[in-house]
C-alpha cells in the first residue's frame, strides 16, 4: 500500500520533514497551548492521565489510521476517537475507539462528530 509522502512541519519558519501536521517538537507545544488555552474545562476533567495511558496502548496497538487504510492507504493513527462521545454515554472501551489521522478526525467532526462505520460485504462464490 502507498504511503503518504512527507511534508514541511506547519509551524512556522521549521523546515523539518513530518508525516504528521507538526514535526514531534511543535506537535507537543500545539498540544499545550491547546490544552491550556482552549479546551474546555469539563472535557478536561474526562480526559486525564488515565486517557493519555489508553490512549497511548490503543495507538500502539492500532498504528495505522484506520478510516486510510480501509481505502488502501497507510497513514500514522495521529488522534483517537470516540465513536460515541463521553458526553453522550461512550466509554473509553476499545469497541468505542477508532485510531484516525488528523485528516480523517477533523473529516468527522465537520460530519456532525459521528463515526459510521462501514459494513463489510462479503461476496460467495459460486
Known amino acids: 500500500m502507498?504511503?503518504?509522502p512527507k511534508h514541511p512541519c506547519s509551524y512556522p519558519r521549521c523546515p523539518k520533514l513530518t508525516g504528521r501536521r507538526y514535526c514531534e517538537e511543535h506537535e507537543k507545544l500545539m498540544?499545550?497551548?491547546?490544552?491550556?488555552?482552549e479546551?474546555?474545562?469539563s472535557v478536561k476533567k474526562r480526559y486525564g492521565k488515565t486517557w493519555e495511558k489508553i490512549r497511548k496502548r490503543?495507538?500502539?496497538m492500532h498504528p495505522v489510521c484506520e478510516m486510510c487504510f480501509e481505502r488502501g492507504i497507510i497513514v500514522e493513527t495521529e488522534e483517537?476517537?470516540?465513536k460515541i462521545p463521553l458526553?453522550?454515554?461512550?466509554t473509553h472501551e476499545d469497541s468505542n475507539l477508532i485510531g484516525l489521522c488528523k485528516s480523517c478526525h477533523s473529516r468527522i467532526h465537520?460530519?456532525?462528530?459521528?463515526?459510521?462505520s462501514r459494513p463489510h460485504v462479503y461476496h460467495e462464490e459460486g
Not at 498540544?31 to 488555552?37: A, P
Not at 458526553?87 to 461512550?90: F, K, L, N, T
Not at 465537520?110 to 459510521?116: C, L, T, V
Open 58 to 60: 490503543y495507538v500502539q
Open 110 to 116: 465537520a460530519s456532525g462528530g459521528r463515526f459510521e
Open 31 to 37: 498540544n499545550q497551548r491547546y490544552e491550556k488555552y
Open 80 to 82: 483517537v476517537h470516540h
Open 87 to 90: 458526553s453522550e454515554g461512550g
Open 2 to 4: 502507498p504511503m503518504k
Open 39 to 41: 479546551r474546555d474545562s
